[in-house]
C-alpha cells in the first residue's frame, strides 16, 4: 500500500505556488516494549484513575486543568482546548533563507520527504530545488498542521527536497551553562597532531547500514533463550568485558594516541603487504638456481 501523505498545500514563493504532499521520512526502529505482569497469576498489571480520599472515579468526570499555583488549576473542557487549536493552512510561505550551516543541528525537530503534487508542479518545484543548491541556501517558514503552528525548513536532498520541523528558541537548552567548567588552555601540540592524524586515518563515509542496535539484538537474543529454557534463568559473568577499575581515571593520552595509529598502521601495513604479494607478477623464465656449494669442515674446502 502506498504511504498517505500527511499534508497535502503549496509551498509559496512570492507569486509562485508549487503544489506538495509531505511524507515521514522516518520510520519506528527496534524496539522491545515491555509489561508489568503479576508473576503468581501471570496477569498484566492494571491501572485505575483515582482521587486521594475519594477513589476510583469515572472517566466522564475527568477535565484538563493547568496548575497555576500550588493545587491550584484552570479547568478547560475539550471543546475549549479545540477552539483554539490552529487550521491546517495549505499553504507554507518561504519568507527568508539562510545559509547551509546557518542553523544549529540542535534545532532540527523531525524530517519529511517534499514531493511535487502532479506533473505540473514538477518544473517549479525543480527550479526551487536547484535554486537552494546553487546558491547553497535553506528556505525557512512557518507551517500550520495538527492544530499546531511549526518552523520549518526546506532544503534539497538527492533528486528531491527535506522538509524538516525545527524546535522553538525556548525548547533549546543553551550549551554555555553545561560547558562553562571546561578550561581555555591550548592543548599539546603533539597530542593535537596525533590525533588529527588518528581522524585522518579513519575518515570514511558514513553508511548507517553498519551499525545496529546491540541492545535490541541482545534483549531478542535473551527473551528467545527463556522460551526455549522455561524456569531457567539466563545469566551472564559479571566480570566478562569489565572496563578500567573504579577509580582509575588517570589515562595516558599520548600512550593511548599512539597505540592507536600504532595499531592502526599496522592493519594497514599488513593489507598493503597482501595486496603487494598478489599484485606481483611471476617471471616468465625463473633463473636457474646455484648448487649449493658444500660446507667447509674445519676452515678448509674438501
Known amino acids: 500500500m502506498a504511504a498517505r501523505p500527511i499534508w497535502r498545500g503549496q509551498i509559496r514563493l512570492a507569486l509562485v505556488s508549487?503544489?506538495?504532499?509531505?511524507?515521514?521520512?522516518?520510520?519506528?526502529?527496534?524496539?522491545?516494549?515491555?509489561?508489568?505482569?503479576?508473576?503468581?497469576?501471570?496477569?498484566?498489571i492494571k491501572y485505575e484513575k483515582v482521587v486521594p480520599g475519594i477513589g476510583p472515579v469515572d472517566r466522564d468526570e475527568i477535565v484538563k486543568g493547568y496548575e497555576v499555583s500550588k493545587g491550584h488549576y484552570v479547568l478547560l473542557d475539550p471543546e475549549?482546548?479545540?477552539?483554539?487549536?490552529?487550521?491546517?493552512?495549505?499553504?507554507?510561505?518561504?519568507?527568508?533563507?539562510?545559509?547551509?550551516?546557518?542553523?544549529?543541528a540542535m534545532y532540527y525537530d523531525k524530517p519529511y520527504f517534499v514531493v511535487p503534487a502532479d506533473d505540473l508542479a514538477e518544473e517549479a518545484y525543480?527550479?526551487?530545488?536547484?535554486?537552494?543548491?546553487?546558491?547553497?541556501?535553506?528556505?525557512?517558514g512557518q507551517l500550520a498542521m495538527r492544530g499546531q503552528e511549526y518552523v520549518v525548513a526546506i532544503k534539497p536532498c538527492g533528486r528531491g527536497m527535506l522538509l524538516e520541523t525545527l524546535r522553538y528558541a525556548d525548547e533549546v537548552n543553551k550549551s554555555q551553562s553545561y560547558f562553562r567548567e571546561i578550561g581555555?588552555?591550548?592543548?599539546?601540540?603533539?597530542?593535537?597532531?596525533?590525533?588529527?592524524?588518528?581522524?585522518?586515518r579513519k575518515t570514511g563515509k558514513f553508511d548507517p547500514s553498519e551499525f545496529h542496535n546491540r541492545y535490541v539484538d541482545a534483549?531478542?537474543?535473551?527473551?528467545?533463550?527463556?522460551?526455549?529454557?522455561?524456569?531457567?534463568?539466563?545469566?551472564?559473568d559479571p566480570d566478562a568485558d569489565e572496563g578500567p577499575?573504579?577509580?582509575?581515571?588517570?589515562?595516558?593520552?599520548?600512550?593511548?594516541?599512539?597505540?592507536?595509529?600504532?595499531?592502526?598502521?599496522?592493519?594497514?601495513?599488513?593489507?598493503?603487504?597482501?595486496?603487494?604479494?598478489?599484485?606481483k607478477p611471476?617471471?616468465?623464465?625463473?633463473?636457474?638456481?646455484?648448487p649449493a656449494k658444500k660446507a667447509a669442515v674445519g676452515g678448509r674446502k674438501r
Do not use: W
Not at 81 to 99: A, Q, Y
Not at 126 to 132: K, Q
Not at 282 to 290: G, L
Open 126 to 140: 525543480v527550479v526551487l530545488r536547484d535554486a537552494l543548491k546553487a546558491a547553497k541556501k535553506i528556505g525557512v
Open 245 to 279: 577499575p573504579k577509580g582509575s581515571n588517570v589515562i595516558d593520552l599520548m600512550a593511548a594516541l599512539k597505540k592507536s595509529l600504532g595499531d592502526d598502521k599496522t592493519a594497514n601495513d599488513k593489507g598493503t603487504a597482501k595486496k603487494t604479494t598478489a599484485r
Open 80 to 104: 475549549e482546548i479545540e477552539s483554539v487549536k490552529l487550521e491546517s493552512r495549505k499553504t507554507l510561505d518561504l519568507v527568508e533563507f539562510v545559509d547551509t550551516n546557518d542553523i544549529d
Open 219 to 236: 534483549l531478542h537474543k535473551l527473551i528467545e533463550e527463556k522460551q526455549c529454557k522455561k524456569g531457567e534463568k539466563v545469566i551472564q
Open 184 to 200: 581555555d588552555h591550548e592543548p599539546d601540540a603533539d597530542l593535537l597532531d596525533m590525533a588529527a592524524m588518528l581522524i585522518e
Open 18 to 44: 508549487i503544489p506538495v504532499e509531505l511524507y515521514s521520512a522516518t520510520k519506528s526502529g527496534a524496539a522491545i516494549q515491555f509489561h508489568q505482569v503479576h508473576e503468581p497469576s501471570g496477569k498484566r
Open 282 to 290: 611471476a617471471p616468465r623464465h625463473a633463473p636457474k638456481k646455484a
